[in-house]
């Protein structure tokens, strides 16, 4: 998996409002002009096209969950205490 530099959504927008002008004193007209067309880049395209795919993924393994449930209901859901305490020494020393 190749992880990808992605600009923030700030940026993007600040790049979007180049092309407004604010009014420089109270008296003068506004000029302001057309906002030029946005080129979205590379990163920002890749960016929408991996949301459309984790909307597409279930949020939860209902598969696993049920094996889960199952094994806990016909008990043969085991545990390996000395692994879950070899982790706990592990992460918290």
């Not at 395209?45 to 984790?54: F, M």
């Amino acid at each position: 998996m190749e992880i990808q530099k992605i600009p923030s959504a700030l940026s993007a927008e600040i790049s979007t409002n180049k092309g407004q002008q604010a009014p420089t004193q109270a008296g003068a007209a506004v000029v302001t002009t057309a906002p030029k067309q946005a080129t979205i880049s590379k990163d920002w395209q890749l960016l929408e096209k991996s949301q459309n795919a984790l909307h597409a993924l279930d949020d939860i393994d209902t598969d696993k969950v049920s094996a889960l449930r199952e094994s806990l209901k016909n008990g043969s859901f085991e545990l390996d205490l000395e692994k879950i305490a070899e982790q706990m020494l592990n992460q918290h020393g």
